[in-house]
């Protein structure tokens, strides 16, 4: 065979269309932050869509709110997984509206792995494990306030770089633990407590707006921090409150003091990550790279 010949000029136009072929395909892509999903796991989705207008999402009946990062290459949304998830496939739903007019599904399927996540027997007053008829309404409005808390949030990311730990004392392992009180009431821990002695500065974990200042039944004093599209933070059992509700903070303002309010073996702090009524595993939320995202 000669060179010029019909046959080689097809091989090297063939060579050429499945090199370009990948990049022609892959104009959008999208990335999840950790790669490995699992139950409680805070997720960052990246979306690379320079040519995007709008990007729409919903992952386990939660929607995804995606908005342009800083580079306005890439998209971002800040997900999850709840903790009580079950170990399964899911489908992350994702539709890419393009400046063409053109939409583009993005959709992936996305396993869930199992989390193994510990148990434990605490012993708390009697009063938190059967309430009285006069607790329970307490309880009742506690539950309506909160209820009102959540079902709003900031149309915008409220927060700015990555998460900061609210205390400097140790954390302890307990997000996800399965927990027995008194022997009696289960429940799963969906926070992370600190062995913030009493009276230590908690501090925001990121900037965003107080949504909630005041004592609570189980809660104690709790401060709500809404850092925008449906991502809340929760501190609780504090022994005296330094913000009050509507308060905008920016990272490491003092929120208060830790106590041993509302239903507590001792004093410590208890911090969450709600988001979009799913509890994600705060020690997650703060290995998490945000620096440059937003
Ligand atoms: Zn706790």
Redesign the pocket.
């Known amino acids: 065979m000669t060179a010029g010949s019909p046959l080689p000029r097809l091989a090297i136009f063939l060579f050429i269309a499945a090199c370009a072929y990948p990049f022609a395909a892959s104009a959008q892509t999208v990335t999840l932050a950790p790669a490995i999903v699992v139950a409680g796991s805070p997720e960052i989705v990246h979306i690379s869509a320079p040519e995007a207008k709008s990007i729409e999402g919903e992952w386990l009946g939660r929607k995804l709110e995606f908005f342009p990062a800083r580079d306005h290459r890439t998209w971002i949304a800040l997900a999850g997984v709840d903790v009580e998830a079950s170990a399964a496939a899911s489908s992350l739903q994702i539709h890419i509206h393009l400046t063409n007019n053109t939409t583009r599904d993005l959709t992936q399927a996305i396993e869930i792995h199992p989390a193994h996540y510990r148990t434990g027997v605490l012993t708390v007053s009697p009063k938190f494990v059967e309430p009285g008829p006069d607790e329970l309404k307490v309880i009742a409005a506690d539950s309506e306030i909160k209820a009102k808390v959540f079902a709003t949030s900031a149309a915008e990311p409220l927060w700015s770089g990555n998460f900061r730990a609210p205390v400097h004392s140790p954390p302890t392992d307990?997000f996800g633990t399965r927990r027995t009180f008194n022997g009696k009431l289960a429940s799963i821990?969906k926070?992370m407590?600190f062995r913030a002695p009493m009276g230590t500065v908690v501090h925001a974990t990121n900037s965003g707006t107080v949504v909630l200042a005041r004592p609570l039944y189980y809660e104690g004093n709790c401060v709500v921090i809404d850092h925008g599209l449906g991502l809340s933070t929760l501190s609780m059992h504090f022994s005296r409150i330094d913000v009050h509700e509507g308060q905008h903070v920016t990272t490491g303002d003092a929120l208060g003091l830790s106590g041993a309010t509302g239903r507590v073996t001792g004093p410590h702090l208890?911090w969450a990550v709600r988001w979009q009524g799913a509890y994600l595993d705060p020690a997650k939320l703060l290995r998490l790279n945000l620096d440059g995202v937003h």
């Open positions: 307990s821990h926070g407590d208890h």
